[in-house]
């Protein structure tokens, strides 16, 4: 099985856009969207539900005041001031500072610090008319996405492996930082959408040196690449200098922004258009 793995190194490049039409074309495959502090892929790919798991990840602590004597170990030991003394001089812990690293639960001899493991988000495995489907969606607030895009991976390459399938087609989170990390963590084959922008060529930069640390074949694709023909320039130059093929030119369109708007596939949609022939000659290039 062939994972590949469609990044950006900023948020509203177009990837998801770009991955849903790849998901149309590409055949014997599994779907997963990685980008669980904003999963949208499911608004392209409407799915039907099979089953969902609760993600717990990270503990809360709190001070139990029937057994805590005030003898400050926990403050002194929180490099992070969330143990906080109240008017009445009871110990508390102020869940918004805490990181939930646990010193203070071992500080304490008195064992007066219990914890619950936190409900951070949900996990999904759905059924849709282009194949299984696997994606996550976290609390809003919460924290460690990166672990809770190593679920979804690892749930989706069990459906995949079960399925037989050929490919995992994932849409990776945007930037650079620990989702990211985890979805190009074993992958195969990285995929990265860019704009001609500023900050489109800056941050794909960044995302190619991430994405050469785990030494992951890379490939770019330009969307809008027509709307500054300097930038776009630019994009091929970066693009040369760390030896990534640039495997497709996508131009701005007013048929995508309309098959976004009614939450529609672009290349299921429009599968006589010039565009939709560029997704298909971009996935002759990946698979």
Excluded: W
């Amino acid at each position: 099985m062939k994972e590949i793995t469609v990044i950006s190194g900023k948020g509203g490049t177009g990837k998801t856009t770009i991955t849903a039409s790849l998901a149309y074309l590409l055949e014997n495959k599994v779907i997963a969207d990685c980008d669980v502090d904003a999963a949208n892929l499911n608004l392209l790919i409407k799915s039907t539900p099979v089953s969902q798991h609760e993600f717990k990840s990270g503990n809360n602590y709190r001070i139990d005041l029937e057994k805590c004597v005030q003898c400050g170990k926990c403050k002194e030991v929180c490099r992070f001031d969330a143990v906080e003394i109240d008017e009445d001089g009871q110990y508390n812990i102020n869940h918004i500072k805490c990181e939930g690293c646990g010193f203070c639960y071992f500080a304490c001899e008195l064992k007066a610090i219990d914890f619950t493991i936190n409900s951070t988000g949900m996990l999904y495995q759905s059924e849709t008319s282009l194949g299984s489907f696997v994606y996550a969606e976290l609390n809003v607030a919460e924290e460690n996405s990166g672990k809770l895009v190593t679920e979804v991976r690892k749930q989706a390459k069990k459906v995949a492996q079960k399925n037989k399938a050929e490919y995992l087609l994932v849409d990776g989170p945007p930037g650079i930082a620990c989702p990211v990390n985890a979805a190009l963590t074993g992958t195969n084959l990285a995929v990265i959408v860019t704009e001609p922008t500023l900050s489109g060529i800056h941050d794909l930069e960044r995302i190619i040196r991430v994405a050469e640390q785990f030494k992951i074949t890379s490939y770019c694709i330009i969307n809008k690449y027509d709307i500054d023909d300097n930038n776009a320039e630019k994009i091929q130059e970066v693009c040369a200098k760390f030896n990534i093929p640039v495997i497709g030119k996508i131009p701005f369109s007013t048929e995508i922004y309309k098959s976004v708007e009614n939450q529609q596939i672009f290349a299921e949609s429009y599968t006589d258009h010039p565009i939709s022939d560029i997704f298909k000659n971009i996935l002759e290039k990946i698979s």
